[in-house]
Each structure stands twice: as structure tokens, then as C-alpha cells.
């Protein structure tokens, strides 16, 4: 299944038979931005997943930092509370992606396995392959 943000700031892509939400974050963003994707999520994806534990893959080599932290973290937690069982963050660069890693272990400790952070999809996807379903 594939989504389509109507203003262009994400793509949504979910792998039904692993449970992984692929999510494709493009440019600034407001709050409305992070409202339409929490949507696609509430009304579309978790009714999907119907229950069961899933991974999102977040690409964040096109995103651009955004005042939306509270936002973003009220978004996560709700995934957590809907079987987030954990995440996966590309970035662009190696040394942005070790920061992440330390940072987000701290921050993400309600979810059930801590975000881990990779500078490419092929990699994420090495992880799943040998990790995941």
C-alpha cells in the first residue's frame, strides 16, 4: 500500500506481510504536516495492522529539521501505544547517524526496542532481513 501526502511532504509505504510502515519525510514541516501524517496513520495504517507488532523506517535524508517536536513526539507515542515495537532512522551522513543513535536510546525508552540509525535503506533492510520477520 502506498500513500501520498496531497502536499508532498511524505510518502507512506507498508509492508503488510513484515509489518514495517516505510516513511519518506520531504522538506520543512508544520504542525499541519505532522496532523495529516498522525491521519493517514489513525485512520488508515494501524487498522491495517490489525493488532499486531510493526517497525517503521523513517528516510530523513530529505527532511529538513522542523520546530515540530512535540508534535512528532505525541505522533510516536501514540504509535507506541498502538504495538510500535520499534524504529529505524535513515540520515544522510555516518556521523549524524552514530549522534542519533546515542540520542534516541535515551529518548525513546518507552518503546519496546530502541530506534536504530542508518545512513541507507539497504542497510535498514539488512537489519530487517536478519532481525525481523
Known amino acids: 500500500m502506498l500513500i501520498k501526502d496531497s502536499k508532498g511532504k511524505y510518502e507512506l509505504t507498508v509492508d503488510m506481510e513484515r509489518c514495517i510502515v516505510y516513511e519518506k519525510n520531504v522538506g520543512l514541516w508544520n504542525n499541519e504536516d505532522v496532523l495529516r ?30 520546530d515540530i517536536t ?18 529505524i532512522i535513515i540520515v544522510k551522513n555516518q556521523a549524524v547517524a552514530v549522534e542519533m543513535q546515542m ?10 526496542y530502541s530506534p536504530i540509525v542508518f545512513s541507507n535503506l539497504e542497510e535498514a533492510e539488512k537489519w530487517f532481513n536478519s532481525h525481523w520477520i
Not at 498522525?38 to 529539521?65: M, Q
Not at 540520542?103 to 519496546?112: A, F
Open 37 to 66: 501524517l498522525h491521519n493517514e496513520y489513525v485512520t488508515k495504517i494501524v487498522p491495517l495492522i490489525k493488532g499486531r507488532e510493526w517497525f517503521k523506517c523513517s528516510d530523513l535524508r530529505e527532511y529538513a529539521v522542523s
Open 70 to 87: 512535540e508534535e512528532i513526539t505525541n505522533h510516536v507515542t501514540w504509535c507506541v501505544e498502538n504495538n510500535l515495537f520499534g524504529a
Open 103 to 112: 540520542n534516541l536510546c535515551v529518548l525513546y525508552s518507552g518503546m519496546i
